[in-house]
């Protein structure tokens, strides 16, 4: 099958300036999640959707990121204005269910390292 | 709030030899545990994952991991380390409960693993 696809792979823009990245998840998976990974740091849960609705979106810092995932496949995840603390990179997952149980891991993308300067 | 703590930020082990990387999870219920693996580049790649039975769970590339509840702990070996085992190695946890809702996985910041020849 198909994995979790990602892109752009490499973004670098200034600070202030405004950015977008675009995930698209294995074809079924209801669930898909936006991961933030600061270097030398594990990954850390972003937003949560379940279809096309949110299920968790406590960890999102909501002035300047939004994300949506309007037809409940693909999603974008944007910010707006960038801050230097936001270079990362933004890993997308899917999963089959909203649980991640047995038969339902997450799938991870190759991530987008974003630079902001 | 759960949860993980990797101890070693960096190891290193000669080609052959064995391998142990440490996890310790804090949760209030039983947890759901995985390791994934992450080469530079690359988004994570599951290993293996423990929900509930057997304490000692088998995982692909050779790894296989222990949960000892006794010690909140889940940690990863492998008897014979290859180079190409060189990577970055995440422990994470995921709430038990069903039925949907957040279920994000709550990762460690990581162990980098570094193969001497």
């Known amino acids: 099958e198909a994995g979790v696809a990602q892109s752009p792979r490499y973004k670098i823009i200034e600070k202030r300036q405004s950015v977008a990245f675009w995930c698209n998840p294995i074809?079924?998976?209801?669930?898909l999640y936006w991961y933030q990974q600061i270097l030398g740091q594990g990954p850390k849960l972003l937003i949560q959707f379940q279809n096309n609705g949110v299920v968790d979106d406590s960890q999102l810092p909501k002035d300047r990121f939004s994300a949506e995932r309007l037809k409940g496949v693909d999603s974008t995840l944007k910010i707006q204005p960038a801050k230097l603390e936001d270079s990362a990179v933004y890993l997308c997952a899917s999963s089959l269910i909203a649980q991640t149980g047995a038969n339902s891991p997450l799938h991870f993308g190759n991530g987008t390292r974003l630079t902001v300067t | 709030a759960q949860s993980v703590t990797q101890p070693d930020i960096h190891i290193t082990v000669s080609e052959g030899a064995s391998l142990e990387l440490r996890c310790n999870y804090s949760?209030?219920?039983?947890?759901?545990l995985f390791w994934y693996v992450q080469s530079p580049g690359q988004g994570l790649q599951l290993l293996l994952k423990?929900?509930?039975?057997?304490?000692l769970v088998q995982g692909i590339k050779g790894f296989e991991a222990e949960f000892k509840r006794s010690q909140s702990s889940f940690n990863l070996r492998k008897p014979s380390v290859h180079w190409s085992d060189a990577a970055e190695y995440f422990c994470?946890?995921?709430?038990?409960?069903?039925?949907?809702?957040?279920?994000?996985?709550?990762f460690g910041k990581g162990t980098h693993l570094i193969i001497q020849p």
């Open positions: 994470a946890v995921a709430s038990s409960y069903s039925g949907g809702g957040a279920d994000g996985l709550t």
């Open positions: 074809s079924g998976h209801a669930t």
């Open positions: 423990y929900f509930s039975g057997d304490t």
């Open positions: 949760y209030g219920a039983t947890p759901y």
